[in-house]
């Protein structure tokens, strides 16, 4: 069974680009949510999807923007790169918004 | 902003030894969660306590949760070298409020 899944591993932009990082979720999970941990800081909640909708997002600016397929797989966007941008992206995945939140591996954003 | 904190900011301990992190939150939860984190890599779920239960146990892991002071424990008990990584708690917000949010986290480092 495989758990979640992001890619790619490691992503090296300049300020101004666009990028856009994947997320598949454990099987037989629905909700998709993503973070992002500055160094030597904990996840800050971007946005969580469900039935492919934008269900609940935190304190984010639009550069920031998702998409949900209907197999339950995501896409994190993010527009106008920023030096501050630069982070590890995490995307969880769950069956049951209470319950546990599944991690992937992260993405490491570099914006230069 | 970051609604766990965890106390202390960094543990060092020898093998054997037992840890204990502790957390503290400000708002209502539905449940809290631990996660470990190595090296800057994806987030392993640990244990999750609703608020209703008062301790859980998890093989070398024992959670209690006190609502009435909004704090969580985590003790890793006869820690191993393996066991050396960064704790984060996670609560939820209550309610409908779906996103996670994680304190700074705790870096144990266990010394063989």
């Known amino acids: 069974d495989a758990g979640v899944t992001q890619s790619p591993t490691h992503l090296i932009k300049t300020r101004g680009q666009q990028v856009t990082l994947r997320c598949s979720p454990k099987s037989g999970h629905d909700t998709v949510s993503w973070y992002q941990q500055a160094l030597g800081q904990g996840p800050q909640f971007i946005f969580q999807?469900?039935?492919?909708?934008?269900?609940q997002r935190g304190n984010f600016p639009d550069r920031f923007s998702g998409h949900q397929f209907p197999n339950y797989s995501s896409e994190l966007n993010v527009n106008a790169l920023l030096l501050g941008d630069s982070a590890l992206y995490l995307c969880?995945?769950?069956?049951?918004?209470?319950?546990?939140?599944?991690f992937g591996p992260g993405t490491r954003l570099l914006v230069l | 902003s970051q609604q766990g904190e965890e106390d202390p900011q960094a543990l060092s301990i020898q093998e054997g030894e037992n840890a204990t992190m502790n957390c503290s939150y400000k708002t209502s939860i539905n449940n809290l969660q631990w996660y470990r984190q190595n090296s800057g890599r994806g987030l392993v779920h640990l244990i999750l306590?609703?608020?209703?239960?008062r301790e859980k146990h998890s093989g070398r892991l024992r959670v209690t949760l006190d609502t009435s002071k909004k704090s969580s424990s985590l003790l890793i008990t006869a820690s191993r070298a393996a066991d050396t990584a960064s704790y984060f708690c996670a609560t939820d917000g209550g309610g409908s409020n779906y996103k996670l949010t994680f304190g700074k986290g705790t870096l144990l480092t266990v010394n063989p």
């Open positions: 999807y469900y039935e492919e909708e934008e269900r």
């Open positions: 306590i609703r608020s209703n239960e």
């Open positions: 969880a995945s769950s069956s049951d918004t209470k319950e546990t939140q599944y």
